[in-house]
């Protein structure tokens, strides 16, 4: 893991600000952080720069898209080869179902979270991904509440 970059308070507002509504302009940004808008964007793109700010995104409504049902799958794999992994990787990320994916550590392998349209759908997916194999174990729970969903990183003080 790399070193964080030194972030001060002010950056820490911006990024809370941006994280709420990155619709802002920048002038409106920097007057809320009490900064002119040349200061305020050569912070933003210095987090640009360093990787701190990956991407400035609009957040839609699955459900209302035509994909009420999120679908949390675990995978447990035979194979841990290079040429594998490339391959298993590439075919579960192209998926627009699968919104999140990663390798985990202890007895799981991957965990992916993909919205659906409904169980059906996840099985048509569950399908071709056990065609990729060889797969020791597939299971998957289904949410009953979205609870806490947030793109949102903590922005405390360090």
């Known amino acids: 893991m790399s070193t964080p970059p030194k972030l001060d308070s002010i950056d820490r ?6 994280q709420k509504d990155a619709s802002l302009s920048i002038q409106k940004v920097g007057e809320m952080v009490g900064l002119s808008q040349n200061a305020c964007w050569r912070r933003i793109k210095t987090m640009e720069d360093e990787g701190v700010l990956k991407a400035r995104v609009a957040v839609f409504d699955a ?5 009420p049902l999120t679908v949390f799958a675990i995978l447990r794999v035979r194979e841990h080869s290079a040429d594998w992994y490339k391959k298993f990787v590439s075919q ?3 998926r627009p179902e699968v ?3 990663y390798r985990m550590s202890g007895d799981v392998d991957y965990m992916a979270k993909l919205v659906v349209r409904d169980v059906r759908h996840y099985d048509e ?3 071709e991904i056990v065609k990729i194999g060889p797969l020791l174990d597939v299971s998957a729970s289904f949410a009953m509440e979205d609870i806490k969903n947030t793109t949102a990183v ?3 003080e360090s």
């Open 63 to 67: 459900e209302k898209l035509g994909y």
């Open 13 to 18: 507002r911006i990024i809370d600000i941006l």
């Open 99 to 101: 919104v999140e994916f």
């Open 154 to 156: 903590p922005v405390e």
């Open 125 to 127: 997916i569950y399908k």
């Open 92 to 94: 579960i990320v192209s």
